[in-house]
């Protein structure tokens, strides 16, 4: 029998967990109050939308620092995109301009996600480790479309690799 909710039929809906209405209610009014005894925010699905945008744009912006061209104009007076292969990679680096540039040139791409990480989950604790995630992607996402280069930056392989 389903449970009736109003005084017409129409009304008439069953629980999809099972059971009545009225006891998944209280089931949910309990867990809610167990939630804010804990310290959780009612609304905290939307605060948690606007953690994780805040930790992927912040994460962005980390992943516009661009070391390859920063070493290649200083050594070589020319954009990373002019040499080589036209790729300002760890691997188009090294082969130009050596191995000890293309290791710094790696670091760089992995300490620059592991700075936004660092920093995402000192500022949002809360998300626990899907802000490593949001932070990763971020790091990827601006390492891939700096928008200082037009939105062309590089494949996002030793980003992705450090933040997996």
Known sequence: MKPVIGRNSQDSRSCPAGGSWKRLIQKRGVLLREKRMQGASLCA?????WKESIALSLAMYSGWYYLPEIIARARLGRSARTIG?????TANITRQMGKAWGLLVLAGDLLKTAAACWLCA???PELGRLVYLWAGLGATLGHNFPVWAGFRGGKGVATTCAFL
């Open 85 to 89: 292969s036209c790729n300002p990679g």
């Open 122 to 124: 000192a500022l949002f």
């Open 45 to 49: 699905e939307g605060e948690t939308i």
